[in-house]
């Protein structure tokens, strides 16, 4: 057989071809699969800690979770159930009390004029301290739990290692974070406390 007529043969051959398409194929389907995989993990454990900071809502609700230790209560109940979903990853709790619940939703900065125009509070930038706490708040709100009917933003951030190898393959992030948050009012134990009128001060 010349050299020729075994390349004529050899381009009219079609046995093996599917296991050529298939050699060709299977990486990009299985990559999509793990992708799909990874995606619909983390939806189901964000929904799943959603749920989890909601029952916090309603048993801060029967509760006097405005003293420390019933706060540490719910932190340990919180952290329980998220280390049930994800047992290696870390998990961080955050508390950010407003006046009102218009307030919490708002998330507003404090006024401050933008003289760099970056969107943050700068260099010396002039802003109006509402809450007095001495510092630019990007949200507005104060840190910690408050007072009697304070609203109060409660955040569950917990990151932990990915469970599907996917973004090992493609040189991305080996860790995702997911978070949940809701608002909790403060039971009317007692006046309310208010701020004193809003103090100038600049940003460092």
């Not at 870390?90 to 900065?109: G, H, L, P, S, V």
């Not at 010396?124 to 507005?140: I, K, Q």
């Not at 009917?149 to 569950?156: I, R």
């Not at 990915?162 to 973004?167: D, G, K, L, N, S």
Request: negative net charge; hydrophobic residues 35%.
């Amino acid at each position: 057989m010349t050299r020729s007529a075994f390349w004529r043969r050899l381009a009219r051959e079609e046995r093996g071809s599917a296991v050529v398409e298939f050699a060709i194929a299977a990486p990009v389907m299985g990559l999509l699969l793990l992708g799909a995989f990874d995606i619909g993990h983390t939806l189901y454990m964000r929904s799943v800690l959603q749920g989890v900071v909601q029952k916090t809502a309603r048993d801060s609700t029967l509760q006097d979770g405005g003293t420390a230790e019933q706060q540490q209560t719910l932190d340990a109940r919180v952290t329980a159930q998220a280390k049930a979903l994800a047992n290696n990853g870390d998990i961080k709790i955050t508390r950010r009390f407003y006046r009102t619940f218009t307030d919490a939703a708002a998330a507003r900065a404090e006024a401050w004029t933008d003289t760099n125009d970056n969107g943050r509070c700068d260099e010396g930038e002039p802003y109006e301290d509402a809450n007095l706490n001495g510092v630019w708040d990007a949200d507005g709100g104060d840190q910690g739990q408050g007072g009697a009917k304070d609203a109060v933003l409660y955040t569950v951030t917990i990151k932990y290692p990915r469970m599907f190898p996917i973004y090992n393959l493609i040189g991305g992030e080996t860790t995702t974070t997911v978070s949940a948050e809701t608002v909790l009012k403060n039971q009317p134990f007692g006046d309310q406390g208010s701020y004193g009128a809003p103090v100038v001060r600049n940003c460092p």
